[in-house]
T-cell receptor, first 113, second 114 residues
């Protein structure tokens, strides 16, 4: 069965600092990987996704993620965070032929001014 | 705005009651997904419909049911409600049932069971 682990429940960074949110997945075949962001009172918005090809994926709002098969990881990065990036971030895994997404528990990001 | 609409935004009800949550997918999308987000379980997939037919089922309780209508909107029915059913219920939609389609999420319905 597919599973996703986001080891960090809560991360605090200063505005302008770099960010890395960790995501580890468990899946036997080639996974489809996603990062979503949820702002307070909002639905989930897709930041980026990986299906195949280049393992470094660029997304919206200046985010990128790197797929590392050897480490079963798909970490999200941003070189310089803005106060508006404060939100909850979810990593999710899907697969070919399986429409559902399996989500991690989420990482809450707080930005210090 | 994802283009997916959900009503109502908030719902407060009592244990034992029945409620209906409504979802309208993005224009042109034929597939609808329902997810439950709770503090205990996180975000969990409940069920998927494609063009009116059930396509995939997840951790959906027998007290819960869903359907997709000919105009493609979907309803999630929750009955014999328990305190533990309090959660945020999301609907998402995609153009096709392909797993490579991006799921666009609605703003959710917050259900509180007292």
């Amino acid at each position: 069965a597919q599973s996703v682990t986001q080891p960090d429940i809560h991360i605090t960074v200063s505005e302008g600092a770099s960010l890395e949110l960790r995501c580890n997945y468990s899946y036997g075949a080639t996974p489809y990987l996603f990062w979503y962001v949820q702002s307070p009172g909002q639905g989930l918005q897709l930041l980026l996704k990986y299906f195949s090809g280049d393992t470094l994926v660029q997304g919206i709002k200046g985010f990128e993620a790197e797929f590392k098969r050897s480490q079963s990881s798909f970490n999200l990065r941003k070189p310089s965070v803005h106060w508006s990036d404060a939100a909850e971030y979810f990593c999710a895994v899907g697969s070919q032929g399986a429409q559902k997404l399996v989500f991690g528990q989420g990482t809450r990001l707080t930005i210090n001014p | 705005d994802s283009g997916v609409t959900q009503t109502p935004k908030h719902l407060i009800t009592a244990t034992g009651q029945r409620v209906t949550l409504r979802c309208s997918p993005r224009s042109g999308d034929l597939s609808v997904y329902w997810y439950q987000q709770s503090l205990d379980q996180g975000l969990q997939f409940l069920i998927q419909y494609y063009n009116g037919e059930e396509r995939a089922k997840g951790n959906i309780l027998e007290r819960f049911s869903a359907q997709q209508f000919p105009d493609l909107h979907s309803e999630l029915n929750l009955s014999s409600l328990e305190l533990g059913d309090s959660a945020l219920y999301f609907c998402a939609s995609t153009p096709t049932p392909a797993s490579t389609d991006t799921q666009y999420f609605g703003p959710g319905t917050r259900l509180t069971v007292l």
